[in-house]
């Protein structure tokens, strides 16, 4: 925990120190070039999620975004023991973008047999300087469906399968190199094991993107789950990762004590705390293509 906490006040002192007056020189010649345009700050966070949890950017209007994640871990002291890893969960999803600021999406994953979907939209975007709002807003409305087994037999009800997660996202872009998020999030969960399990859980995020250059970044992202299951031990996700940008592909290597890919599972269920000991850290990897079914002239925006 003081690891975690250790890791995002360094994210928060390097970003600020890191702040130039390039930015505002580039804002004033956007000014002079577009005085009657509002100008919004851009790809804060450039993917649409920071690692596992979702960021507050939405797709453009006309693109499609087609993801692969995998998650790869050891089970210790089995002699099922394979070269690479013992397990790997995965997800494939596609994310369209209705508007600029609205997206939707779908995906699959063989983590529990899941099936999920959601939708975005961008509320508030944030402008530079003080000329309107510091900070970009996103609502995330997110649902899967338990489509394996029923894990408790003492409920057949399929709509109880279901599961709900809402989270409101906030954001800001401090200068070129640091973003900054905060996801308050509700979780409703159809199905829990034991009575005493809460139904609803309750957790806050905190996530940061740090960029290296014009291609690599480094991220990391933090939940704090507030009332956990107790019929069994489960910790608050925690990752670190890598980002690689090229042109519409993106990839993403991070390690992480999360083995599923979908919300309400993640944040319920994580079986293990963010150590290195075995089978602590997992291995994940991501890849993104970025699919430009339409083409639109957008609105100036700050690039910083």
Same mark, same amino acid.
Request: glycine letters at 8%; charged letters at 20%; one cysteine or more.
């Given at each position: 925990?003081?690891?975690?906490?250790?890791?995002?006040?360094?994210?928060?002192?390097?970003?600020?120190?890191?702040?130039?007056?390039?930015?505002?020189?580039?804002?004033?010649?956007?000014?002079?070039?577009?005085?009657?345009?509002?100008?919004?700050?851009?790809?804060?966070?450039?993917?649409?999620?920071?690692? $596992?949890?979702?960021?507050?950017?939405?797709?453009?209007?006309?693109?499609?975004?087609?993801?692969?994640?995998?998650?790869?871990?050891?089970?210790?002291?089995?002699?099922?023991?394979?070269?690479?890893?013992?397990?790997?969960?995965?997800?494939?999803?596609?994310?369209?973008?209705?508007?600029?600021?609205?997206?939707?999406?779908?995906?699959?994953?063989?983590?529990?047999?899941?099936?999920?979907?959601?939708?975005?939209?961008?509320?508030?975007?944030?402008?530079?300087?003080?000329?309107?709002?510091?900070?970009?807003?996103?609502?995330?409305?997110?649902?899967? $469906?338990?489509?394996?087994?029923?894990? $408790?037999?003492?409920?057949?009800?399929?709509?109880?399968?279901?599961?709900?997660?809402?989270?409101?996202?906030?954001?800001?872009?401090?200068?070129?190199?640091?973003?900054?998020?905060?996801?308050?999030?509700?979780?409703?969960?159809? @199905?829990?094991?034991?009575?005493?399990? =809460?139904?609803?859980?309750?957790?806050?995020?905190?996530?940061?993107?740090?960029?290296?250059?014009?291609?690599?970044?480094?991220?990391?992202?933090?939940?704090?789950?507030?009332?956990?299951?107790?019929?069994?031990?489960?910790?608050? =996700?925690?990752?670190?990762?890598?980002?690689?940008?090229?042109?519409?592909? @993106?990839?993403?290597?991070?390690?992480?004590?999360?083995?599923?890919?979908?919300?309400?599972?993640?944040?319920?269920?994580?079986?293990?705390?963010?150590?290195?000991?075995?089978?602590?850290?997992?291995?994940?990897?991501?890849?993104?293509?970025?699919?430009?079914?339409?083409?639109?002239?957008?609105?100036?925006?700050?690039?910083?």
């Amino acid at each position: 925990m003081k690891n975690r906490k250790l890791i995002l006040a360094c994210f928060l002192i390097v970003g600020l120190l890191s702040q130039t007056n390039a930015q505002d020189n580039l804002l004033d010649i956007l000014d002079a070039e577009h005085p009657n345009e509002k100008i919004f700050t851009a790809a804060t966070f450039k993917m649409t999620r920071i690692s $596992y949890g979702q960021s507050i950017e939405t797709r453009k209007k006309g693109t499609l975004e087609t993801y692969w994640s995998y998650r790869f871990w050891n089970i210790p002291n089995t002699r099922t023991q394979s070269f690479f890893a013992d397990k790997v969960s995965g997800r494939l999803a596609l994310e369209y973008g209705v508007t600029d600021r609205f997206s939707m999406g779908v995906g699959y994953s063989n983590y529990d047999d899941l099936f999920d979907g959601f939708l975005k939209y961008k509320l508030v975007r944030q402008q530079p300087r003080n000329d309107g709002s510091p900070v970009s807003i996103t609502l995330f409305q997110g649902g899967s $469906y338990n489509g394996g087994g029923n894990p $408790y037999a003492n409920n057949n009800d399929d709509f109880n399968r279901l599961s709900y997660t809402s989270q409101v996202l906030i954001a800001r872009k401090f200068n070129s190199n640091f973003s900054f998020q905060i996801a308050p999030t509700i979780i409703h969960r159809g @199905m829990t094991a034991w009575p005493s399990d =809460p139904t609803n859980t309750f957790a806050m995020g905190f996530g940061g993107r740090f960029k290296i250059n014009g291609h690599l970044s480094f991220v990391s992202e933090y939940y704090w789950v507030t009332n956990p299951l107790k019929s069994k031990e489960t910790f608050d =996700p925690f990752s670190l990762g890598l980002n690689w940008e090229i042109g519409g592909l @993106m990839f993403q290597c991070m390690l992480t004590n999360t083995r599923s890919l979908v919300e309400d599972t993640y944040l319920t269920q994580t079986p293990n705390s963010f150590n290195f000991k075995a089978p602590n850290i997992n291995l994940g990897l991501t890849a993104i293509y970025i699919w430009h079914l339409k083409k639109k002239k957008h609105p100036p925006q700050n690039k910083l």
